[in-house]
């Protein structure tokens, strides 16, 4: 490799940095599954799902490593004495920052087993446990969308306070029932609510 760029790594840096603004579209919807499955993966799990901040934060940390590429071969390349080796100090101070960012994404999911509703959110230390006898209600939100009454999502209360809405999508839709039969025999009350749609 030294033999086709001498000692210009240049070339290296910028590639890379095209990979990473390029990929930050990409890598973050196979190396969230990736990694949450490698951690977090269980037979118990009858719904499991990344939070939106997991995509959104490992977008994030590829766009962390692009920049601090870019700063990295700003800096070299307005220094003088270029053809002096230099530390890449400015990789190693992004690197954490950018591990660190992605972690965190890593760690925003939510799921369902038989013991209840599970949640760790983004910027959270500690998962939140909340079991079929701790919850207070679950609202169920309808909308309209063409004309049509659609529910939207399911509010799910603790006695604590606590609460997380998890979104009505497809995949939910074919676990829905299977939770809905853990919130009976749990005697959880369920209530529908309608809010219009935002204009």
């Not at 954490?96 to 087993?113: E, K, Q």
């Not at 209840?116 to 959110?121: D, K, Q, R, V």
């Not at 006898?133 to 169920?140: F, T």
Request: proline share 4%; hydrophobic share 45%; aromatic share 18%.
């Amino acid at each position: 490799m030294k033999a086709m760029i001498g000692q210009d790594t240049k070339p290296i840096k910028v590639g890379m940095i095209v990979i990473f603004i390029i990929g930050s579209f990409f890598f973050p919807l196979f190396l969230v599954i990736f990694f949450q499955d490698i951690f977090f993966f269980s037979r118990d799990h009858i719904y499991f799902q990344p939070l939106l901040s997991a995509y959104v934060l490992f977008f994030a940390g590829s766009m962390l490593m692009a920049g601090t590429l870019l700063l990295d071969l700003l800096y070299n390349s307005r220094r003088e004495h270029k053809n002096l080796k230099h530390r890449p100090w400015m990789f190693f101070l992004g690197l954490p920052a950018v591990i660190l960012t992605c972690i965190l994404g890593i760690n925003s999911y939510f799921y369902f087993d038989p013991k209840g509703l599970h949640f760790n959110e983004a910027f959270t230390l500690e998962r939140t446990d909340m079991e079929w006898s701790d919850m207070k209600e679950v609202i169920k939100v309808t909308t309209r969308e063409n004309n049509t009454i659609t529910l939207k999502e399911h509010e799910f209360i603790g006695k604590d306070g606590s609460h997380f809405t998890v979104q009505n999508d497809r995949d939910f839709f074919d676990y829905r029932n299977k939770i809905y039969a853990y919130l009976e025999a749990a005697d959880v009350p369920m209530k529908t609510v309608f809010i219009e749609p935002e204009e």
